[in-house]
C-alpha cells in the first residue's frame, strides 16, 4: 500500500465566494497555491469568486507526484473549473507556468470560458524535453524558486520525478495542437528574463490562439514565478482590469 502524505503548511487549496463571477487561479508544476495566493487574494479583494485548486500528487511530497499523470492533474482543475461554473455566471481562468497549460487545457474543454489570463505558460519548454531524454536519474533538483526578489520563496518540491516530467511533456503537446481552436480573450504575461519556461512559448500561444482579442504584458522586473515577484501587484491589477472589461462588454452587448 503506497503511503499517504499530508499537505504541507500554505500549500492549502484557497476559495473565496464573491460575486457572480468566478476565477480558477492555477498553480504550475511541482508548486503549490502559495504561488499564486497574492493574485488569488487582490482577485477576492476586488469582489470576484475566487478559486485556487491544488493539483493531485502537488504540496505533498514528491513521492505523491510520482504516482500521478496528468489526467490526474487536469481532473483536479475542471472539478475546480465546474465548481465555480456552478455558483457564477461567467468564469475566467489564470495560471501560472504549467497552470497556464491547464488554463489553456480548459479554455478548449469550456468554450464558454469568458478569458484566459497567463503567466509565463509553457506549451514547449524545448529545455525540458532535452533533460527529460538525456538523464538517465529519477528525479531531478527542484526547479521552483526562480524568482528576482531575494525576499521571496516559492514553496516547491525539492525533488522533481522525471516520470512526472514525462507527463508534463506528454500534456503539454497535446495542449499546443488546440491552440488554433481557443477564442475566448488572452490576457499574456511574459517575463523578460525566465530561467524555466522560454519567453519564446508566450509568442508561440500569442501566435497561434484563434482569439481575436489577444495581449502580451512584458514583465522586466520579474523571472519565472512572477505572481511572487516584484511584478506581482502589477499581475493582479492588470488580470482585474481585464475580468472587469470583458463583463463590462457583455453586458453592453
Known sequence: MSQSFPVLAGAEPFFSKGNHIGVLVQHGFTGTPQSIRYLAEHLAACGFTVLAPLLKGHGTHYEDLERTTYEDWI???????????????????????????????????????????????????ENFETLASVTTDSYLTGIGSDIKDPDAQELVYPQVPIAAVKQFLTFKEQVRKKLPFINCPALVFVSADDHVVPPTDSDYILEHLHSTEKRKVVLSNSYHVATLDHDKQAIAEQCAAFIGRIVQGHSQA
Do not use: W
Open 75 to 125: 481532473a483536479s482543475a475542471e472539478e475546480g473549473y465546474q465548481l465555480l461554473a456552478a455558483q457564477c455566471d461567467h468564469v475566467f481562468v489564470a495560471g501560472l507556468s504549467m497552470g497556464g497549460t491547464i488554463a489553456l487545457h480548459l479554455a478548449h474543454r469550456f468554450p464558454e470560458t469568458g478569458g484566459l489570463m497567463l503567466i509565463n505558460a509553457a506549451v514547449k519548454v
